[in-house]
């Protein structure tokens, strides 16, 4: 017996849906995971990307990857990628506002991948909400004030620091300093006025 797979191009139960303080709605990733599941019990993901930047002094978070999934005899690489700002001044309710941001991105990435696939997975599920104009988006903006991220640098970027000034490299120290403003030199050697 052939296996159907028409149940894609059906839209989520009411069950299936969640919503967003603003009104906008999207599928769990537990649900997403046990549809897909269904889908494709050998589905997977590969090259997830996760970063975190600031961007005219607002945290964001920024993550792709590639997601596989094999059925009706096709095997499919979807792309899904997000980038969000980091900012747990906004709502309690946020999804980034937690202590582990790579596997929230990483859950986001999925989700958004997987709406290629159909409407079962959230594919057009906002598609009727009103379209925001640029007075609403400078009035959510004005209310924007980025909280104070106390960023520290991981092993690696301290290494790179440690490295720029015993190299003396004012623009590799000044990139860095630029994410990690209270960054200093732990390394070992003696340096002179080299982080000026």
Excluded at 73 to 99: C, F, H, K, M, Q
Aim: with cysteine; proline share 7%; glycine share 6%.
């Amino acid at each position: 017996m052939k296996k159907s797979y028409t149940w894609v191009k059906l839209p989520p139960t009411e069950e299936e849906i969640s919503r967003n303080a603003d009104g906008s709605e999207f599928i769990p990733i537990g649900i997403v995971e046990r549809l897909l599941e269904r889908l494709d019990p050998y589905w997977g993901t590969e090259r997830f990307e996760f970063k975190l930047l600031v961007l005219n002094g607002h945290p964001l978070v920024n993550a792709s990857l590639e997601l596989t999934v094999s059925y009706a005899g096709r095997t499919r690489r979807l792309i899904g990628a997000i980038t969000a700002p980091v900012s747990p001044e906004l709502d309690p309710n946020d999804p980034y506002v937690n202590s582990n941001l790579a596997a929230t991105a990483k859950s986001e990435c999925i989700k958004n991948a997987v709406k290629a696939i159909g409407l079962a997975f959230g594919q057009g599920l906002n598609d009727r909400l009103a379209i925001v104009t640029p007075e609403q988006k400078a009035t959510t903006r004005a209310k924007y004030k980025p909280a104070a991220v106390d960023m520290t640098p991981d092993h690696g970027i301290q290494q790179t620091y440690n490295h720029a000034v015993e190299t003396v490299n004012q623009e590799l120290m000044e990139r860095v300093r630029s994410v990690y403003p209270a960054i200093e030199y732990t390394g070992t050697k003696t340096i002179a006025n080299a982080e000026s």
